[in-house]
């Protein structure tokens, strides 16, 4: 099945003296500054994709902990309004026994969004020293993080859907609390940060540390 | 293509977009794939008639997209009161102050986002399919559909409907509407229209008029 294959060592394009575009993967001789074929712009490694990696890391973790302290969902029945934040949520519908549903949330609003924060800040870290983690597992947790990144607009969706739905005048009403905005907010920061970091570094780094391969 | 003199593309080497191994080209026969030899990835993935597929599941996408956004969605009752709602309406739900940011970038990711990337898809395609020269600007096109990928979630939408029910499940009765089960559709069909698409294949297809 697999074609593209090459006898012994696996190089790398850099140091073939070639450049890959990162949008459409067109293979130019180094030097070259946009890609002919789809206009992105070619480069060897992006230095400073690791400070923005960093800033939007930053921005991402700095909207999550409103998105925690404030109310997600405003339940207004006959007789009280209750409010409720992600995790004051989930503890209500284990309470009323849809664990699953709560397992769900947990798991899209904070295992995620927090898994995704350490997995970002340890690559990010693990390319700039050696990293006792091998390539090929942190270029999977790259992809887990890039693929995953996704999910944790679920529970934006919930409360829209929930919000939309459920307006019957006096009897019960449900309107999104403020911390549905800045956890959207949170969640398009972490998923630009990962969209910012350059996974080729990865296997830079490896050269680094065994062949001591020096890097412009 | 440009003014200046463009140096010419190293057409025998593949490299991996992902961790930059670089291989020598060997296409892949229909039905077979090349796969990055390091981290996995997969590089080209030809289909046989895979171009014609890919617009027959554009084009119903297209009609299933504008028909699930307008017929109602889910209804909701207890005791007397009803609640019937659009798609459009459950995306436009933050309307009050600041929140209409996030009422758009809703509506944007659930409907104007997938629509955009089947529109910019159908664009590129159909002149590649019908052996014509591309269209004008395709690939900026293919490349703006591509960059848009990770913002569709109409699928995440739909997982979402899920959890939503079943949180009110026990306070109210639940109805689905016809634009529910046409959602249902096109998730699938988002899905194989992905899994089809052979984006070294189509690259290839634009790049090839420019060196000619």
Same mark, same amino acid.
């Given at each position: 099945m697999v074609r593209a294959r090459q006898a012994g060592k696996i190089l790398n394009a850099k140091d073939l003296g070639v450049v890959a575009c990162t949008r459409c993967a067109q293979v130019w001789p180094l030097g070259v500054t946009t890609c002919d074929r789809c206009g992105h712009r070619v480069y060897r490694r992006d230095v400073k994709s690791l400070q923005r990696v960093w800033a939007l890391w930053l921005m991402g973790l700095i909207?999550? =902990? /409103? *998105?925690? %302290?404030? +109310?997600?969902?405003? $339940? &207004? $029945?006959?007789?009280? =309004?209750?409010?409720? $934040? #992600? @995790?004051?949520? !989930? #503890?209500?519908? #284990?309470?009323?026994g849809s664990l699953g549903v709560a397992l769900i949330i947990l798991i899209a609003s904070v295992a995620i969004p927090l898994g995704k924060f350490m997995a970002i800040a340890f690559l990010a870290i693990?390319?700039?020293? +050696?990293?006792? @983690?091998?390539?090929?597992? &942190?270029?999977?947790?790259?992809?887990? @993080?890039?693929y995953i990144g996704r999910w944790s607009m679920i529970d934006i969706f919930v409360v829209a859907i929930l919000s939309s739905l459920v307006q019957l005048n006096i009897l019960v009403a449900i309107s999104p609390g403020p911390a549905s905005l800045f956890f959207a907010l949170s969640v398009i920061f972490t998923m630009l940060s990962a969209q910012a970091f350059d996974s080729r570094m990865i296997w830079d780094a490896h050269q680094w540390r065994e062949g001591q391969t020096k890097d412009e | 293509m440009t003014a200046t003199a463009h140096p010419n593309p190293r057409e025998d080497l593949i490299v991996c977009p992902k961790c930059d191994? *670089?291989? !020598? %080209? @060997?296409? /892949?026969? +229909?039905?077979?794939?090349?796969?990055?030899?390091?981290?996995?990835?997969?590089?080209i993935t030809p289909r046989r008639k895979a171009g014609m597929q890919i617009i027959a599941l554009s084009v119903a996408i297209l009609v299933l997209i504008v028909a699930a956004a307008i017929f109602p969605f889910l209804s909701i009752s207890v005791g007397g009161a009803k609640n019937t709602v659009s798609v459009l309406d459950a995306a436009l739900a933050f309307s009050d102050g600041p929140m209409i940011v996030l009422s758009l970038t809703t509506a944007a990711l659930i409907i104007f986002i997938p629509l955009t990337r089947v529109l910019l898809s159908l664009y590129v395609l159909v002149p590649i399919v019908l052996d014509k020269p591309p269209a004008r600007n395709a690939a900026q096109a293919f490349r703006f559909a591509e960059a848009l990928r990770p913002w569709s979630m109409a699928e995440i939408f739909a997982i979402g409907c899920a959890v939503a029910l079943v949180k009110i499940s026990d306070l109210a009765d639940v109805g689905f509407g016809p634009a529910f089960w046409l959602f249902v559709c096109l998730v699938v069909l988002f899905v194989v229209q992905d899994n089809f698409l052979c984006r070294w294949s189509v690259w290839y297809a634009l790049g090839k008029p420019a060196k000619s």
């Open positions: 909207c999550y =902990v /409103p *998105a925690n %302290l404030y +109310p997600m969902l405003r $339940t &207004r $029945t006959l007789l009280s =309004v209750q409010e409720s $934040t #992600i @995790v004051g949520g !989930a #503890i209500d519908l #284990i309470e009323y693990s390319v700039t020293r +050696p990293s006792t @983690v091998s390539k090929n597992q &942190r270029q999977l947790l790259y992809e887990v @993080v890039e | 191994a *670089a291989y !020598a %080209l @060997v296409r /892949p026969g +229909p039905g077979e794939r090349a796969v990055c030899h390091r981290c996995h990835t997969v590089l």
